[in-house]
């Protein structure tokens, strides 16, 4: 760990010495990556209606949800943490995608 402490400490050094060859007018011409204000907004609202509809739906369908994209679980781990079949999973998640897309109003 120190090695490579070091070694991010030496380059940090290096570059500091160097002169830095652009400008603050080459600067303002680059393109920000970072989103506007506008966009973390919208971001956030979507976000928003996701929780929403997602806690509008039944309670297993919910923790259905929470174990295939927050745990990461397969179905065939989901079906046997819920009691069900591998192939009542899949049915399951399809309706409840269904359901999620209806109630966002998308097609």
């Known amino acids: 760990m120190s ?13 500091g ?4 060859t652009a400008t603050l007018d080459d600067a303002l011409e680059v393109p920000a990556d970072t989103p506007g204000p506008e966009s973390s907004l919208e971001t956030s609202e979507q976000i928003r209606r996701v929780r929403e509809a997602v806690r509008s739906l039944p309670a297993d ?13 397969t179905n065939a781990e989901i079906g046997r943490r819920m ?16 359901q999620l897309q209806e109630a966002l109003g998308e097609p």
Not at 17 to 20: H, V
């Open 3 to 15: 090695i490579a402490h070091n070694l991010l400490a030496n380059w940090y050094r290096a570059k």
């Open 17 to 20: 010495r160097r002169p830095s």
């Open 61 to 73: 369908r919910q923790r259905l949800l929470a174990l295939k994209y927050v745990e990461g679980c």
């Open 83 to 98: 009691g069900r079949t591998e192939g009542a999973i899949k049915a399951l998640h399809h309706r409840t995608l269904g």
